[in-house]
């Protein structure tokens, strides 16, 4: 219980920091590219990828996952709901298991565990499983 604070801290801190970094690395990119007066393709700024944006994404998406479903079929191809949802900011991802671990953390009971009945205690013992499950999302996350 003493390590809740320090812990929902370091998850803010990280939040932070991976925010940071992101936009730290746009406004460099920007930098060169004013100075420059062209824009810098690389592995995170592809000329297609420019191209498609400039002319429309959606479409190119959209007719990008019908050929494969066409293709792998239905069954084999996730939706394009849960590809977006894989594709997510890290640092947003992180924000959202962040608020999550933190609700199932303040619900913890803060009576000592040796007086909880056994409803308390199943209660508890759930929480503390899905808490689990958040810090590994939120480990794998971060490598």
Same mark, same amino acid.
């Given at each position: 219980?003493?390590?809740?604070?320090? $812990?929902?801290?370091?998850?803010? !801190? @990280?939040?932070?920091?991976?925010?940071?970094?992101?936009?730290? =690395?746009?406004?460099?990119?920007?930098?060169?590219? @004013?100075?420059? =007066?062209?824009?810098? $393709?690389?592995?995170?700024?592809?000329?297609?990828?420019?191209?498609?944006?400039?002319?429309?994404?959606a479409?190119?998406?959209? $007719?990008?996952?019908?050929?494969?479903?066409?293709?792998?079929?239905?069954?084999?191809?996730?939706?394009l709901?849960i590809?977006?949802?894989?594709?997510?900011?890290?640092?947003?991802?992180?924000?959202?298991?962040?608020?999550?671990?933190?609700?199932?953390?303040?619900? $913890?009971? @803060? !009576?000592?565990?040796?007086?909880?009945?056994a409803?308390?205690?199943?209660?508890?013992?759930?929480?503390?499983? =899905?808490?689990?499950?958040?810090?590994?999302?939120?480990? =794998?996350?971060?490598?």
């Amino acid at each position: 219980m003493k390590q809740q604070e320090p $812990f929902l801290d370091s998850l803010t !801190a @990280t939040s932070t920091i991976c925010k940071q970094v992101k936009e730290d =690395r746009k406004n460099h990119i920007l930098a060169i590219e @004013t100075s420059r =007066r062209q824009k810098i $393709f690389d592995s995170k700024t592809e000329y297609i990828t420019t191209v498609i944006e400039t002319q429309g994404a959606a479409e190119y998406e959209e $007719f990008i996952h019908s050929m494969k479903k066409e293709i792998l079929g239905h069954v084999n191809v996730p939706s394009l709901d849960i590809q977006h949802e894989k594709q997510k900011a890290k640092h947003l991802y992180l924000d959202q298991q962040n608020i999550g671990c933190e609700g199932i953390i303040n619900s $913890f009971p @803060t !009576a000592q565990l040796s007086t909880l009945n056994a409803n308390e205690a199943k209660k508890c013992y759930a929480s503390t499983k =899905r808490a689990s499950q958040y810090i590994q999302g939120i480990i =794998r996350n971060l490598q």
